[in-house]
C-alpha cells in the first residue's frame, strides 16, 4: 500500500483508539462513508449535503441540501431504519414560499424538537436583499411545513440554531449576523418571545488562533448534559494558501445562562481526512446541522463532506463533553519556547 493513497488510510479517530488516545480523537467515521451522495438519488442531483437530522417515530430521517443542475439548493427527505442506510424520498420536499422574502437558494436545515412540534432553522438566498437570512419553518410530520415569519433584519444572517427548549422563558438560539459574507465572523446567542423577532444578540465566542481563526459558527442543536449544553460548532480556518478549511469543534455552556462558557475545547472533533472530504463542489469542508443522541449516550455526527455527499461519524458524549476541556499542548510546548519580538 502507498502511503500516498489517502483513501486508503485509517480516519485519526480509528488509529488514535488503536493508541490508547481516544480522548483526543473521540469520533470515529463510519466505515461505510459517504453514507449518502446523488447517486442515490431519482434524479439527477449534482451534489448533496449538510443534512439536518432527527429521530422520527421508527425512522432516521435527514433533510439534506440537494444541489440540482440550476445550482440552486432545495431540500431533499431521506429516511433510514438503521441511521446508516437512507433512501431518498422520490421528490425534495414541498417547502413553504416566503412571501415577504423570496427565496432562490435554501441550505443548512436544523431541526429542533420542541414539544410536538419540530423547528427547521435554515439560511436562505433572496435576489432581492444582499446576503443570506435565517428562515424558519415547523412541522409535525414532516410533510406539511409552516413558515414562521421573520421580523428582516439590516444585517445578513445564518447558522441559526435553536435549543430545544426555553431558557428563562425565552426561546434562545445560536446565530451569526455577519457585515460582509467574506469576512469574520462571531458565534451570537439570540432569544425571542415568538420565533419571529429576535432580540438580545450577544457576541458568545470569536475565532481566535488555530482550526477556526476565521469564522465560527453554530452547527449541531446543543445537548443538554449534566455539566452543561454541549454544542459542536464550526471553524474555518483560511491559513491554507488556496482555501478554507472546515473543521467542526465542542463547547460547553451554562444551563441557566447560554451566553456563559464553561469551556471551549481546544482541539477539533473533525476535520477531513478522506478523499471524499478533500475533493467535490467545496474542497476540505466538514459541515454538521444536527446530531442525533442514542439512548446509550452515543452520538450521531451527520456531515457534509466537502459540500458534496455526506458522512456519519460517532462519539460517546461523555468524550465529547472531555473535548470541551482539551488544551493544545503540543502547540503551547512549541510555541512558548519561542521568545516574543520586542
Ligand atoms: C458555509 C455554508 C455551508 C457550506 C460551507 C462550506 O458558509 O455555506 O453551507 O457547507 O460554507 O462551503
Not at 502511503?3 to 493508541?19: F, R, V
Not at 445564518?158 to 451569526?176: H, S
Not at 460517546?316 to 493544545?328: F, Q, V
Amino acid at each position: 500500500m502507498s502511503i500516498l493513497q489517502a483513501s486508503t488510510i485509517s480516519d485519526h479517530a480509528a488509529n488514535a483508539a488503536s493508541h490508547g488516545l481516544r480522548r483526543i480523537y473521540p469520533a470515529v467515521k463510519h466505515p461505510a462513508n459517504p453514507i449518502l451522495s446523488s447517486a442515490n438519488f431519482p434524479i439527477a442531483v449534482h451534489y448533496v449535503f449538510n443534512p439536518g437530522a432527527i429521530k422520527f417515530g421508527d425512522e432516521y430521517i435527514m433533510i439534506v441540501d440537494a444541489a440540482l443542475g440550476t445550482t440552486s439548493i432545495v431540500f431533499w427527505l431521506a429516511r433510514s431504519r438503521d441511521g446508516v442506510n437512507f433512501v431518498p424520498d422520490p421528490d425534495p420536499l414541498d417547502w413553504p414560499e416566503n412571501p415577504t422574502y423570496p427565496a432562490c437558494c435554501v441550505y443548512d436545515p436544523r431541526i429542533t424538537k420542541f414539544g410536538d412540534e419540530y423547528v427547521i432553522m435554515h439560511a436562505s438566498h433572496s435576489r432581492s436583499y444582499s446576503g443570506p437570512r435565517v428562515s424558519v419553518v415547523k412541522t409535525r410530520d414532516f410533510k406539511k411545513f409552516t413558515r414562521i415569519e421573520q421580523e428582516m433584519t439590516p444585517h445578513a444572517n445564518r447558522n441559526a440554531v435553536l435549543f430545544p427548549e426555553k431558557i428563562g422563558g425565552r426561546y434562545v438560539r445560536f446565530d451569526r449576523p455577519m457585515e460582509t459574507e467574506c469576512g469574520k465572523a462571531d458565534m451570537c446567542v439570540s432569544f425571542s418571545d415568538d420565533l419571529s423577532h429576535w432580540y438580545d444578540t450577544t457576541v458568545l465566542m470569536q475565532p481566535r488562533s488555530g482550526w477556526d481563526s476565521h469564522k465560527i459558527g453554530g452547527a449541531a442543536v446543543p445537548i443538554r448534559t449534566e455539566q452543561g449544553w454541549l454544542a459542536i460548532y464550526h471553524g474555518v480556518d483560511n491559513s491554507s494558501c488556496n482555501n478554507y478549511i472546515y473543521r467542526l469543534g465542542v463547547v460547553l455552556l451554562d444551563l441557566e445562562d447560554p451566553t456563559r462558557i464553561i469551556s471551549r475545547g481546544e482541539m477539533p472533533l473533525l476535520w477531513p481526512e478522506h478523499d471524499y472530504e478533500f475533493f467535490g463542489r467545496t474542497p476540505n469542508v466538514v459541515f454538521c446541522c444536527n446530531t442525533i443522541v442514542e439512548p446509550d449516550r452515543t452520538v450521531k455526527i451527520y456531515y457534509g463532506a466537502a459540500d458534496t455527499c455526506i458522512g456519519l461519524a460517532t462519539a460517546k458524549l461523555d468524550d465529547l463533553i472531555e473535548l470541551a476541556y482539551s488544551k493544545a499542548d503540543y502547540a503551547d510546548k512549541f510555541f512558548k519556547r519561542v521568545p516574543k519580538r520586542s
